[in-house]
């Protein structure tokens, strides 16, 4: 009956009674969805008794180190919502994925699809989702360097950022095919690296991808891919945004040397990434843990994508 007192010294942890907590954290992660908020606010209160006091910060490096968390299985993968870059939230929706609507799209098809995009992560993705052939190459006409300019001097956040950039990318492109006979989709995406709310993007030199990933090193960050879909066609034939979102995923680096810096860098292939690293390639052993979509971190969050670019397709198509 009396306050909890949030400034006490956390009781020590025994390893019987980590043992217990593990146990009662494998029976709620495999068992979550059978449980109501009666039974699993006990449950939760019983576990934040043995917590930390609440002035740690739940995102920061030396609170995911601490000895009770590191009893826990890693997470591997964690249900996202992705900003519509006006502070709300766009939460997933029932529906087909593109694989049952991909027939629908590419040359043989009333409706065609661009990539606004030359990078080759990003053209990976889309082959690997099963739109090889099916799908043009075009790079966006905006200037990518003005628009960030005008955007760092903005209070906006890391994910409104990387949306507006995804957004002016595929308007850039949409907007020179409005006398085009046929239906367009254009896709633009930006991908950048948020490190406690300063935007990491691709170095300049060797020597600021170098500074990026000592940041980086032994630490959390976040990745956003910010997405825009854009349609063109229809009677008035105009260039209309019909999907855009952000997706998030979270990365935690391993404590890096100095050698594995210069030894990852002089490989050249962080010159190119945002954050100075790419996590399909080389980079990927950087990485100790990941929360989200790995793909958001490669350069297209492709779940979400693929329910996006799904639902748009059967939309256009039933105009």
Known sequence: GNPIDHNATPLPLSSSILSQLSKIHLFLEKYHYMLNWNCTVPICLTLAFFLPPTSQSFTSSSFSKAPFFQNFPPTTRITMTSSTGDGDTMPQKDGSLLVSNVHLIGADSDLQLILASQSPRRKEIFDMIGLKDRFTQSPSPLDESELQQRL?????????????????????????????????????????????????????TTEEAKSMLGQLSDNWHKVHTGVSIYHVGGKANEATQVSSFTDTARVYFAKLSPSDIDAYVATGEPMDKAGSYGIQGIGGQLVQEMQGDFFTVMGLPMHRFSRELSRVVSAVLDK
């Open 152 to 204: 760092s001097i903005q209070s906006i956040t890391p994910e409104v950022y990387t949306q507006k950039l995804a957004e002016e990318k595929a308007k850039a492109l949409a907007v020179t095919m409005t006398e085009e006979s046929q239906n367009f989709l254009i896709v633009g995406s930006d991908t950048i690296v948020d490190l406690d709310g300063k935007i990491l993007e691709k170095p300049g």
